[in-house]
Structures are given as structure tokens and as C-alpha cells.
């Protein structure tokens, strides 16, 4: 089974940062469309982020200009860079891998911001 484990999460104010990481299985990283994804309380979850194998990035328009996706190759580990965080960012965030071989989720990190 794919294990994706995602670290990072916590309580902010409006306004600041977070940095969130999924690892993932070397043997499936690098052939993998890694992503983030979102649930807020009450509400169904929902695609934020996407980097390909090749880099190939896109964002939901609620994030747009201030989340950034990278991956890092050597540690397979992908990373959700969050700015100028807003109240309705407060989510579970989940880590996803998809590829030819399937797909996985992560157990997912709570994001809080609140002042």
C-alpha cells in the first residue's frame, strides 16, 4: 500500500505562512501527478494544487498567486508553499498521488487560521 504522509499544519493567524510536505514512496513519486487538496469544515473536498513529473503546475483560482507547489526529486516530497493565509483557508489538507498505477491519499494535516 502507498503511504503518503503529510506534515506542517497547524494554527495561524490571517495574514501569515505555512509550509506543508508530503512524502511519498520513492518507487512512485517520480511517476506520479502529486497534489493538494482541501476539506473545510462542513464542506466536500477540493483540488487547490498539481505538479507534474515534468513540472507542469496549476491552481485553483482560490489560491492562485499565493500557494506555491514544488517537488523536490531527491526527497520525495512535494510541498504547498501557503501566503497571506485567510480564514477560509482553514481546511484539512490532503496530500494525493495519482498515476498509471493508481492512486493514494494521505491522512490529511489540519490548517487553522484564525486570529
Known amino acids: 500500500q502507498v503511504q503518503l504522509v503529510e506534515s506542517g499544519g497547524g494554527l495561524v493567524q490571517p495574514g501569515g505562512s505555512l509550509r506543508l510536505s508530503c512524502a511519498a514512496p520513492?518507487?512512485?513519486?517520480?511517476?506520479?501527478?502529486m497534489g493538494w487538496y482541501r476539506q473545510p469544515p462542513g464542506n466536500q473536498r477540493e483540488w487547490i494544487a498539481l505538479i507534474t513529473s515534468d513540472d507542469f503546475i496549476n491552481y485553483a483560482d482560490s489560491v492562485k498567486g499565493r500557494f506555491t507547489i514544488s517537488r523536490d526529486n531527491a526527497k520525495n516530497t512535494v510541498y504547498l508553499q501557503m501566503n497571506s493565509l485567510k480564514p477560509e483557508d482553514t481546511a484539512v489538507y490532503y496530500c494525493?498521488?495519482?498515476?498509471?498505477?493508481?492512486?493514494?491519499w494521505g491522512q490529511g494535516t489540519q490548517v487553522t487560521v484564525s486570529s
Open positions: 494525493n498521488a495519482r498515476g498509471q498505477w493508481g492512486g493514494s
Open positions: 520513492g518507487s512512485i513519486f517520480s511517476r506520479s501527478v
